[in-house]
């Protein structure tokens, strides 16, 4: 006689195991424009559209960080003449994966020689990644990104103006 626990060990009961993925990184494509919206309006705040970035360049200035079919995180140059870091995001819940100190490096990298800049909120954590590749502040703004944020949002309105020297 089978103990109570027979209907667990049974081999007609299908076992699932959860597979393990690398993250991945790629160039934004088309298919990924709904969930990196998604994201961004997360992130950010909601109506951001990136599909633009499909026609400038979007190998020199998109990274998108996938695993498996999940966008997990996204960053975004506004054009490869410009190298201004207009979007950087990771997924909630990934923040601790090392994503955006990776597709950082990857923008840094594929556009060497020229300076980057970016406007961050003055109390946004982001703060100290960029301080670890470089970025100086060159100007505080006050209530740059007033017109964005709600106005019960923790995030400060108020931003630095970070650039890395590449020269």
């Known amino acids: 006689m089978r103990g109570v626990n027979a209907m667990f060990d049974s081999p007609e009961r299908e076992r699932v195991e959860e597979s393990v993925a690398p993250i991945t990184y790629c160039t ?16 950010f ?3 951001i559209d990136v599909t633009d970035s499909l026609n400038y360049s979007p190998e020199k200035c998109t990274i998108v ?6 966008v997990v995180g996204a960053a ?8 201004y870091i207009t979007y950087l995001a990771v997924r ?3 923040e601790y994966s090392q994503i955006a100190t990776s597709m950082l490096y990857h923008l840094i990298s594929l556009n060497p020689h020229k ?3 970016l406007h961050v909120s003055i109390n946004n954590p982001a703060m100290l990644l960029y301080n670890r590749f ?7 703004i006050v209530g740059f990104y007033e017109d964005y944020l709600d106005p019960n949002s923790p995030q400060s309105k108020n931003a630095f ?7």
């Open 115 to 117: 300076d980057i800049i």
């Open 28 to 43: 934004l494509q088309r298919c990924h424009l709904e969930q990196v919206h998604d994201l961004l309006g997360r992130a």
């Open 76 to 83: 975004f140059l506004s054009s490869p003449q410009e190298t």
């Open 161 to 167: 103006r970070l650039r890395l020297r590449r020269w």
């Open 45 to 47: 705040w909601e109506g």
């Open 65 to 70: 960080a996938m695993y498996k079919q999940l």
């Open 134 to 140: 470089g970025f100086k502040a060159e100007e505080f």
């Open 92 to 94: 909630s819940g990934w």
